[in-house]
């Protein structure tokens, strides 16, 4: 779990070494989770790793980890359908892998461009090895999540 210095929250599960789940506690979309969805994900030096990947929304997203230091580095590029002018944040905010071809069909209707860039940096707030391709991680909506979810984190 890690909070930007904006105020925006996230948690983010690696599942493997190409693809990650999340869950947006904070944030423009807020209360959007996605699962299995497929990236890019390199080391660059120990505990030191980038992660891309583009959404069916059409937006991308670069995240920098230092694990060593807990910071990261995000850079989310928002298509203007979403983050832009005649916004519409609201249409993401959901269990993405049960709205596919609405994603798609949001992203087709636009506008794309510009694109809104928000680079943050974010401290990580709580770490934990789940193993990979762990169902259990993120299997469930904000309003779903026990009481107790952020103790210690």
């Known amino acids: 779990m890690y909070t930007y210095d904006n105020g925006w929250k996230y948690e ?30 390199v080391q660059f030096a120990p505990g030191i790793y980038k992660a891309d990947w583009h959404e069916p929304t059409g937006t991308c997203v670069s995240l920098l980890f230092d694990l060593n230091r807990e910071v990261i580095h995000g850079t989310i590029f928002f298509p203007q359908w979403i983050a832009g002018e005649g916004q519409h944040p609201e249409k993401t905010i959901c269990y993405q892998n049960e709205f596919i071809e609405d994603m798609y069909k949001f992203r087709d209707e636009g506008p794309a461009y510009p694109y809104i860039v928000i680079p943050e940096f974010a401290r990580v707030t709580y770490m934990k090895n789940e193993g990979p391709d762990n169902d259990n991680v993120i299997n469930m909506p904000l309003g779903q999540l026990p009481d107790d979810f952020f103790d210690g984190k």
């Open 12 to 41: 983010w599960y690696a599942r493997n070494d190409n693809t990650c789940d999340y869950r947006i506690h904070q944030g423009l979309v807020g209360g959007r989770w996605v699962t299995n969805q497929k990236m890019h994900a």
